[in-house]
């Protein structure tokens, strides 16, 4: 069976998550790079990660990769790329992309030759003088990093981040991609019991119940390649039958707990959690985080508290922020049986919360370097 050359963009810091990820729906030759992990597979795996990779943004299929100095080499290297392999003749193929680094520096001129390219490459396979591209869409996506050119086609559409359950949300959500990857690092299982004191909209406790369902991130919408020639409706229809065959419904212990400060939050939560059908498992409460310890704990269990507090760069001042760290500090008792992992673009966060953690890892949170701060077992001891 064909194997098509993927790739796959993602948050900084959370590569190795989605290489795991790859390897277990079987993706193959693997490699992983800064904010992007590329692999070999065939139709089924094209399709299953658009489907099953949580912490993918996009699913792209490379085309080909070249050097390029000059409009002349770029032109040339793109028409040698076998484009009618996916377009067909009446097919919408825009070009869109990004160039850094590299003498080729205007976009839109690089949008032009890559465009006038393809139109030349497919007149010659066709037949045809004009397009009229009223059909499937195709788009094409180019990047240029020191003069290296890597032309793409995007098999997503809307990114990955958008599950479908989350139609709106509070001020500054965490992205559902990024709150899949806190997850996994939180080594949330199907028995975990999970904690969100500042649930906003809801997607950690969603992302944790999904995995713990094994509910497929994709099942709830579609994509562009579902409507490409590459598939026919048996296919897609046998894929999204077997990801809907693998939800655990029984035997799962997993619950999670919601609280936030604001009611309409609260009452976002339960919406997207309804879309995302997952409230079985979701308790949703109003509560402010001074009243944090007053939430019962089951001692007897494993407890993973998980949290995106306000960093105070989009929704409070500085000051504010640091305010809630010191409350979370004092909230927050290092039994054995409970975790905390927190993100927090504060490089004082530490210091601020009274104790110094067990690991950090550095993410990024939009364009924001943020650090996932892990608290288990025995945390060291308090800084002064």
Known sequence: MKKFSLMCP?????????????????????????????????????????????????VFIVLGKFRAYTFDQLFEG??????????GI??????????????????????????????????????VDWFEETGNMYQVQFSIMK???????DTTGAGLHKRGYRKTSGVAPIKETLAAAIIDISRVNRDSIVYDPFCGSGTIAIEGCMKALNIAPGIGRKFSLEKWNLFDDQDIKMYREEALDMVRREGVGFKAYCYDIDKSSCDLTVENARKAGVIGRMKVGQADIRDFHKLELDNDKKNIVICNPPYGERLLEKEQAEEIYKIIGQQFYHAENNSYYIISSD??????????????????????????????????????
């Open 90 to 127: 009446k097919d919408v193929f825009p070009v869109k992309g990004w160039s850094l680094n590299s003498k080729l520096f205007s976009v839109s001129s690089c949008q032009s030759i890559i465009k006038k390219a393809i139109v030349d490459r497919l007149k010659q396979y066709y037949k």
């Open 10 to 58: 993602c948050h900084f810091g959370v590569e190795s998550i989605l290489s795991s990820e790859i390897k277990r729906i079987g993706g193959e030759d693997i490699r992983v790079s800064d904010g992007k992990v590329e692999f070999f597979g065939d139709k089924k795996v094209l399709f299953n990660s658009n489907l099953w990779l949580r912490t993918a943004e996009r």
């Open 147 to 153: 003069d290296e050119v890597c032309i793409l086609l």
């Open 347 to 384: 490089e004082n966060f530490e210091k601020i919360y009274g104790k110094v953690a067990v690991k950090r890892r550095k993410l990024y949170n939009g364009m924001i370097k943020c650090q996932l701060y892990m608290y288990f077992n025995n945390p060291k001891k308090e800084r002064t």
């Open 78 to 87: 793109v028409k040698e790329l076998g484009f009618e392999n996916f377009i």
